[in-house]
């Protein structure tokens, strides 16, 4: 008895041992050093430039020409020297891609992306908004209006930062494209116009950086410090109906098993049966990365995920942000049924979607869904035109990885950097075909309440903001 009692007490000891030593061990991984980077320019003209892209209101639906004509003609005025030395090309739908020459051929080139499409202002919310959307108002140490966090304020601080390192006289030495897709918010053909114009001249990209991620503040919980979650790939989509029949008539005489019935009980398998997901891919990455930031007694669970990965994934997956982050998401959307309450339905439908995380496919999704369900009374019907892949993932270890995370660290100073996922689809997708590694980041340091401006209400962007923006792209431009 005293030996078993000994033994375990040692078994014990080890254990505290080997959780003590990872969690010591498990600090953030040193980060490039980086002395800050101050481009220089002058952020007042920046912010009347995107001022003035603001007023444009360039809602891709076909209608609005006039509009994109004022913008594409306002970036000629706005940006002297880039119209005179870079080459533009114009492609599809009002995308714009420009060729910045770099002084080297040998060297791959590399992409920078942003859009300048919107989204339209919501029904019923324009009295809501504190400065008219489209007027790109300056106050309070902001520009105001719909596109200045998506995705114009990205697009006017590369632009003003290419002007600023033309007129010092810098010229890099690989070849940088800016490339401006006019139709993200719609499905983004312009970036797939661009990728397919490199392939066919025979370009492969370094990289390309888009949006699809911020420099997050106070949006996770427990941790004070900034994170730059610089994303390595974004998920797929894909639509599912589920379909049952049945002879229908009158609700006095319903058989055993409704159509509706037969749809409910599918929606709440597939609902209580997620797709697998866990600590693994890039969601690993990403709370291995972070998880080094947070205090001790999170800290303990993330250095030891040999032990605590059950835990951790029970945890995770119950709330929506991180579950998202895990895993491939099932979200039922829309259900129909019989139009009357005493007329049993000849026809039951139920639709759902899927956003596909980069470890899983449409066809594992497909299988997965079919398994889950496991009733052939059930059809099962895939929306193929509108669904897609998951992005390829993105390199970490990288050198255009490493570039980013260290011109992040430049100009806003010390915070977290880790590879991330972006959940919604970007251009960056289509820039990926092209490119050997694409990520995602805007340059830009956003709340929680930023966040529920993009795409909302009383948009802005703070001009602190725009300079860092413009800081970090400057840094990250003078590498190349
Ligand atoms: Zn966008």
Known sequence: MRKILMGAGAGLALLTGVIGYNTWQFTPQASQSAAPYVLGADIDAAAQSLSKAVQFKTIANGSHQEEFDGFLALLKSEF???????????????????TWHGTDPSLAPVLLAAHSDVVPISFGSLDRWSYTPFSGEIADGYVWGRGTLDDKGALIAIMATVEHLLATGFTPKRTVYLSFGGDEEIGGDGALAVANHLIA???????????????LQDVIPGLDVPVASINLAEKGYVTVKLVARSPGGHSALPPRVTAVGRIARAVDALQT??????????????????GRHFSLEKRVLFANTWLFSPLLNVVLSDAATTNAMLRTTTAPTMLAGSNKENVLAAEASAVINFRIHPRDTI?????????????????????????????PVADEA???????????TQAFGPLATVPGLTIAATDARHYALAAKNAFRINPFKVTNDDIARFHGIDERLSIENLEAGMNFYGALLSKQ
């Open 80 to 98: 002297p020297l880039i119209a005179n030395k870079l080459t533009l090309e114009p492609l599809a739908n009002n995308t714009q891609l420009y």
């Open 398 to 408: 990288s050198a255009g990885y490493t570039q980013i995370q260290t011109a992040i």
């Open 273 to 290: 049966t997620p797709v697998p997901g866990g600590l693994s891919d890039v969601s690993g990455a990403f709370f291995d990365n972070l």
């Open 363 to 391: 066809d594992s999704v497909i299988a997965h869904v079919t398994e889950t369900i496991d009733d052939p009374e059930v059809e099962i019907v895939v929306d193929r035109q509108f669904s897609s892949n998951p992005s």
């Open 201 to 215: 001249q025979g370009v492969t990209l370094d990289w390309a950086l888009d949006e699809g991620s911020f420099v």
